[in-house]
């Protein structure tokens, strides 16, 4: 009778820690919800080029970091290079007519300024002889001759400022022309400068598929750069609809990582996503049918990484991590606005 009494309490005992544990671990989950359903995202920078050529080097490899403005490869310049040269002569020759033209109005005006004085000249020597010819003091061709002249300084005048007229609408024209050849040159240096493909950030050398001496149209991939730091990657946690009751952003977060379960990275709640996983999936679930099963939904809750967890930068995109969220501590960070 004993030995079942001790049977019946150790079992008792046994059921009580069982119980407790479950309660404490519901407890727990209460208000500190989590998920396995996390991975680890972040920014992918897909390098390629931006005009047309064959490679002449790839100075990158594999799962190397780049840093930024770190070449990744070149193109072969030379047929950038005379469209460069070809724009440069082009705007030296807009130059040369520009110069010549403000050179022809120099002169024009210069000749301007002899027809006046012709000009003025044959006027005074037109009025005195017409004065003399009206007294009969000189014969009638003299008088003739003088208006002939005072006509051919005026129509050189006349003609002068016409070619001063012309000059200057010339002048535009050239400095227009100038203007755009040093931006067709502009533009030429500028995809020559593209024949260099840079790193825009500081990463990864990821999916590199560039080779030596193949020919690249604008905008086919090379590799990709992934940055490893900073706003360029977090984790996005899927958590039950059940379990968003408490979570607000600015929480903070403790996750860990199947690489390294014993290591434990921190965060805060960023962003919750503004619809589920099923709302915009390729092909949405109809509910409206005759057979409805509620499944429960998981909404997509953005983690930021605390940069001081993650100082070796170990997180790799796509790892597989266990999130938690602590629903009673103070917000870490609430941005504005959220």
């Known amino acids: ?153 005026s129509a050189d005048t006349a003609a002068s400022e016409k070619a001063i007229a012309a000059g200057e609408a010339n002048l535009v024209v050239a400095e227009r022309r100038i203007k755009l050849q040093e931006v067709r040159l502009a533009n030429a240096e500028l995809t020559r400068s593209y024949c260099t493909i840079v790193s825009p950030i500081e990463g990864i050398v990821s999916k590199k598929g560039a080779q030596v001496g193949q020919v690249v149209a604008p905008g086919q991939p090379l590799c990709a750069v992934v940055p490893l730091t900073g706003e360029h990657i977090w984790v996005e946690a899927n958590f039950k609809e059940t379990q968003l009751q408490r979570i607000r952003v600015g929480q903070p977060v403790t996750f860990r990582t199947d690489v390294n379960p014993d290591r434990t990275y921190t965060g805060w709640v960023e962003s919750l996503s503004a619809g589920t996983g099923a709302a915009f999936s390729l092909l949405p679930p109809e509910n409206a049918t005759g057979n409805w099963v509620k499944i429960v939904q998981r909404l997509p809750v953005r983690i930021a990484i605390d940069p001081a967890s993650n100082p070796d930068h170990s997180l790799r995109l796509g790892l597989s991590t266990h999130v938690e969220v602590d629903t009673l501590a103070e917000p870490r960070r609430v941005p504005a606005g959220a």
Do not use: C
């Open 1 to 153: 009778m004993l030995k079942k009494l001790i049977s019946l309490a150790f079992i008792l005992l046994v059921a009580a820690v069982i119980t407790f544990a479950g309660f404490r671990y519901w407890k727990h989950a209460q208000v500190h919800p989590n998920t396995e359903d996390a991975y680890v995202s972040g920014d992918v920078f897909s390098i390629a080029s931006r005009v047309q050529g064959t490679l002449l080097t790839v100075e990158v490899m594999e799962n190397e970091p780049v840093r930024q403005g770190q070449t990744i490869a070149t193109l072969d310049p030379r047929d950038y290079d005379a469209q460069v040269e070809q724009a440069r002569t082009a705007l030296e020759e807009a130059r040369s007519t520009l110069a010549t033209n403000r050179a022809q109005i120099a002169q024009e005006r210069a000749k301007l300024e002899a027809n006046r004085s012709r000009l003025d000249l044959a006027r005074v020597n037109l009025q005195r002889i017409s004065e003399l010819y009206h007294r009969d003091s000189i014969p009638k061709q003299r008088y003739d001759d003088a208006v002939a002249a005072e006509r051919v300084a």
